[in-house]
Structures are given as structure tokens and as C-alpha cells.
């Protein structure tokens, strides 16, 4: 690697940062690979995501921002399985060996390690293009895990906080770079996201299925709606806005609601005799749950508008393969 630290230099560093009390780590970083306890008679259940320069975040987003999202939109994934993380394994491709970079990337990864418990037992580090990949680990009890293929017709369609929000951050990132463009917006919805880790937890043994907002409304609902083999009929009027699309058009802001990614959110179906758990959710962990629809027998996605008209969306949200990518690069 070039100039600041070598590999095992940074490793070092990284271990030190990182290091919390954790007794069911039998070995931890150090070794060829770690040794865990997995609790008795838990399900182990392990989720991975990886998150590039120029791509999944701006090029020039914060080490802080970085290490706080790597480990968000996984603890996310584990959430939309109702699953309580424990353990996390980190492979980091960085251009240069530099401490200071590392420094506030591990602060901002332990910024929410450690309200959660998540002790960082091992991974990989390499020098090329930033990339940044975590590897999560946790636990449900066998068979309590929330899967996307249990939604049955008359079943609620709920969603937890705002949609939309992000994706506004990002395209007004880049207005931002044009010359005598506004300034520049608050990026915490962006670069922030709340992993909703025990609304995935409160979620087990009532919701009929679950999957976390990444790549917006209409992708992950689609998602949900193919492996229950069902279809949603979506009340578009009561889509949350994130009050960054207030000063939006109704068409714009509908448009970021239905199909901007990387949002984080819980988006879930629930029989409707659990209907009156919702507030008690909502109030006890503050989470926003609003219901935006139903579940019903056939297949697809139908967006109605408020007068009982069917809305056509014209983008679904994002696709690596199919769309250009977003960030700065
Ligand atoms: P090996 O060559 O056997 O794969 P490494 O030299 O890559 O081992 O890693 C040494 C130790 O440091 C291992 O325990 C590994 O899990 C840990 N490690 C390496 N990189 C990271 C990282 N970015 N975050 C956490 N642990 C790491
Ligand atoms: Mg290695």
C-alpha cells in the first residue's frame, strides 16, 4: 500500500477501534477466522451487502457517513427478518492506507454498532477503488424469521417512517454541483438511514410477510407481491412523504415515494386482526407506521389514487443492471 499505514498496520487500527466486550466472541479478529457461540436452539441468520464509491454513495461521502451506512443497511436486512444482529465481518477495498480515514470510518461504523451489541469479529483489507462490504450476523428463534412470500389477500399493507426522502438528498446533491446551484440540502436521510432493527423484532409472530425499502416502494413491494403470489392494491395518497418533498409537485413527489431507493425502511403485510398492534408499535419504539394499502388475490401492483382511479407509475425504483447508476461518479 502506498504512503500512511501497511495492511496489518490498518488492521491494528481497525481492531483497536472497534474493540467491545463481547462474550460469546471466542475469537475474534486476529486469527484466520473467528470462532462464535451461536446461542441454543436459535436459527443463525446471515445477510451480506456491499456498498461501492460512486455508486451505492457519493464519492465524496463522509468515512463517518461510510462506516455509519455499511453497517445500517445490513442491521436493515437482519431487521426485515425480524432477526436480533450480534456479530458483523468487514471486507474494505480502500486507495490508500490512510489512519485518518479509517479513524472516522470505525467511529462512524461504532456510532451504531454499539447501541445495537454489534461486536466486528473479522474480515478482509485490500488496497483498490472504495468498497466497503459487511457481512452480518444474528439470530430469530426457528421459524419466527419474517420471510417475503407469507402475504395473504385481505392482509394490510404497511410501511414504517417516510419514502422518498433519499433519493430527493441525492438529486439535490448533484443540482448542487452545477455553478450558482442552491446549497447544499441536508444529507442525514441520505447517508443516515435508521436500520429499524426492533420494529423487525416487535414484527415477529404477527407480520405475514417483510422486506426493507433499498431499492423503493414499487421494486421491494413488487419483490414481496411475486413470492406470496398476490397482488397489492396501493392507496398512493397515503404514501409518508419525507418533509424534503414538501415543495415538490404532487406528480414529482409521488414519483420519489413510489420508486427512490435507499430509504431503509420496513415496508410489511399484517392479517388485519392485528390492525390495533400498530399504534402500540408506533408509540412504543417512535417509529411512523402508516397503512398504504392492502393485499388481494391475483398478481402485480395497482396504484389508486384517492378517487378510485388506477395510477400508471412510469419508473418502478432501481436496478444495477438496468439503470444508470446513482452518486456523484
Ligand atoms: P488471512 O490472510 O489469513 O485472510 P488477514 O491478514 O486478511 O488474514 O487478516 C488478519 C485478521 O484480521 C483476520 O482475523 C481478519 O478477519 C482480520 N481483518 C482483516 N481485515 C479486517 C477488517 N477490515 N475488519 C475487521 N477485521 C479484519
Ligand atoms: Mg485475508
Not at 471486507?91 to 490508500?96: A, I, Q, V, Y
Not at 389477500?153 to 426522502?165: E, H, I, R
Request: contains cysteine.
Amino acid at each position: 500500500m502506498p504512503e500512511g499505514r501497511n495492511e496489518f498496520q490498518l488492521i491494528r487500527q481497525i481492531q483497536r477501534s472497534t474493540l467491545v466486550a463481547s462474550p460469546g466472541v471466542k475469537l475474534g479478529i486476529g486469527d484466520d477466522a473467528a470462532v462464535l457461540d451461536v446461542p441454543v436452539g436459535q436459527h443463525l441468520v446471515a445477510a451480506t451487502d456491499t456498498l461501492n464509491a460512486g455508486v451505492h454513495f457519493p464519492a465524496d461521502t463522509l468515512p463517518f457517513d461510510i462506516g455509519y451506512k455499511c453497517l445500517a443497511v445490513n442491521l436493515s436486512d437482519l431487521a426485515a427478518m425480524g432477526a436480533v444482529p450480534h456479530r458483523v465481518l468487514l471486507s474494505l477495498s480502500l486507495p490508500e492506507a490512510d489512519p485518518d480515514w479509517v479513524q472516522s470510518f470505525t467511529a462512524g461504523f461504532m456510532s451504531l454498532a454499539e447501541p445495537f451489541g454489534v461486536a466486528l469479529v473479522g474480515g478482509d483489507t485490500t488496497s483498490g477503488p472504495l468498497s466497503v462490504s459487511l457481512t452480518a450476523l444474528g439470530t430469530v428463534e426457528p421459524g419466527r424469521q419474517l420471510q417475503r412470500n407469507g402475504a395473504c389477500a385481505g392482509d394490510l399493507l404497511v410501511v414504517s417512517g417516510t419514502v422518498g426522502g433519499a433519493a430527493r438528498v441525492l438529486d439535490l446533491l448533484q443540482a448542487a454541483i452545477d455553478p450558482g446551484a442552491c446549497s447544499q440540502p441536508d444529507r442525514s436521510l441520505l447517508d443516515r438511514p435508521h436500520p429499524r432493527v426492533k420494529l423487525g423484532q416487535a414484527l415477529t409472530g404477527y407480520a405475514s410477510a417483510c422486506i426493507d425499502i433499498s431499492d423503493g416502494l414499487l421494486a421491494d413491494l413488487g419483490h414481496l407481491v411475486t413470492a406470496s403470489g398476490c397482488a397489492a392494491r396501493l392507496a398512493i395518497d397515503t404514501l409518508p412523504a419525507a418533509s424534503l418533498l414538501a415543495d415538490l409537485k404532487a406528480e414529482q413527489k409521488l414519483a420519489y415515494q413510489l420508486a427512490g431507493g435507499d430509504d431503509y425502511e420496513l415496508l410489511f403485510t399484517l392479517p388485519e386482526q392485528y390492525a390495533s398492534q400498530i399504534n402500540g408499535w408506533s408509540g412504543e419504539l417512535g417509529v411512523d407506521l402508516t397503512i398504504i394499502g392492502n393485499i388481494e388475490d391475483g398478481d402485480g401492483i395497482h396504484c389508486m389514487r384517492a378517487d378510485g382511479t388506477e395510477y400508471h407509475a412510469r419508473a418502478t425504483g432501481f436496478d444495477h443492471f438496468a439503470a444508470k447508476p446513482q452518486g456523484n461518479t
